[in-house]
């Protein structure tokens, strides 16, 4: 089974910047408004726009109120995206703050047998376990982890 890296916090906390240092360490990253904005532009064009990359965070709220089914179909196809990437690699880094509305992942990805770590972006500190700590900390503590 796959180590899951869950990186979740505020814009602008760091969440980008710890999956890079950790993607350079061998985790697959994977961008939550990446995959936010691909899902909007097929599933939902009538509420996508050019530069959506840069207005997730409120465009999700949006979509909140927009209508239940499409947020159940975003959450289904994230779900089903962190899947297939722990499928295809053994370590992979999952960084966006709408994981903050999806706490339940972790449960799912536990109950599948993947080691799950979730981490909150607090610049320039990130929470892991109960502690505070720097990226090459996290980075440093997550490859002794799962190394083994």
Not at 64 to 81: G, I, Y
Not at 105 to 127: C, K, M, N, S
Request: net charge negative; glycine share 6%; with cysteine.
């Amino acid at each position: 089974m796959a180590s899951v890296a869950l990186i979740s916090g505020m814009p602008g906390q760091g969440k980008s910047f710890l999956a890079g240092k950790l993607a350079a360490a061998g985790f697959e990253p994977v961008s939550v408004d990446h995959e936010y904005v691909q899902f909007v532009r097929t599933e939902c064009p009538q509420i996508y726009f050019d530069n959506l990359n840069r207005h997730t965070f409120l465009h999700f709220l949006i979509l909140q109120n927009d209508s239940p089914s499409n947020q159940e179909r975003w959450r289904d196809h994230l779900l089903a995206v962190i899947r297939e990437k722990t499928r295809m690699h053994p370590r992979v880094a999952i960084e966006g703050w709408l994981l903050g509305h999806y706490e339940d992942f972790t449960l799912e990805l536990r109950d599948e047998g993947h080691h799950v770590y979730e981490i909150e972006a607090h610049q320039p500190r990130y929470r892991l376990e109960g502690q505070m700590l720097t990226a090459d900390q996290v980075v440093a503590s997550l490859h002794e982890r799962t190394s083994a």
